[in-house]
């Protein structure tokens, strides 16, 4: 693989494999995120444990048994705390996050399991396309990879990274179709643009979040969502 760019110690921009019809379909079938404070974020959601396939030379993907999307509230004081319930994805993301989870030298001797998010952010005339309602973050992970699909009819949707805490983006990027901006999620804060339409048909920018965790520090099952909530979730 060429060096990606632009890259720094805990960051890379990189290029992903382009997806296949179905994939792409499936974006214009998304259901609307109830959670996302508008109709500007349509979302599905599945986790994985992945592992390493040394004769193959890539990772491979086991889907888990379907469970709500929750984040701590000191992680995520916008909706922390709170079960989100997501359908599940349809699709096989396998190629890609193969490609991200190479991209960041993921330690192959271990387990890991991942979070998928497949989002479409829409703006038009209506509707305004926040991408991120809780402004910058992390996101509570060891790692993130944010990877884009499509841009249709936009401006705006600028990734950025900045020191914890805020304060001036030391990376501002406008991925294109098919690239991804992998990055250490405990050693920065990351926000993302709005988007904003080009006329007044309306657009949108399709793309993945994804986030990665040792097994031994999964962010999945009753045992998780106990600790972020103080109950048990079933």
Request: hydrophobic share 35%; glycine share 10%; proline share 9%.
């Amino acid at each position: 693989m060429n060096p990606p760019s632009p890259a720094g110690d805990n960051y890379k921009v990189i290029e992903i494999p382009e997806p296949g019809p179905e994939i792409m379909a499936e974006f214009s079938r998304l259901p609307l995120d109830p959670y996302a404070g508008g109709k500007q974020r349509y979302r599905r959601f599945s986790q994985y444990r992945i592992t390493w396939d040394g004769p193959a030379k890539s990772w491979t993907l086991e889907l888990l048994e379907h469970r709500p999307f929750l984040q701590s509230p000191e992680v995520n004081s916008y909706v922390g705390g709170v079960q989100r319930r997501f359908e599940p994805l349809r699709i096989d993301p396998t190629a890609q996050i193969d490609a991200g989870a190479k991209a960041l030298g993921l330690d192959a001797t271990d387990a890991w399991q991942i979070n998928v998010h497949q989002c479409r952010v829409v703006a038009n005339a209506e509707v305004r396309g926040v991408s991120v309602p809780e402004g910058p973050h992390r996101d509570g992970h060891q790692y993130g990879m944010l990877a884009v699909f499509a841009r249709e009819n936009i401006t705006g949707g600028e990734n950025q990274l900045m020191p914890t805490g805020g304060g001036d983006p030391f990376l501002t990027v406008t991925l294109q179709p098919n690239q991804a901006l992998v990055y250490d999620d405990a050693a920065m804060w990351h926000h993302a643009t709005d988007i904003v339409p080009r006329d007044g048909s309306g657009g949108h920018r399709d793309l993945w979040i994804v986030a990665f965790n040792r097994w031994a520090d999964r962010k999945y099952g009753p045992e998780f969502e106990r600790a972020a909530t103080g109950n048990v979730v079933r």
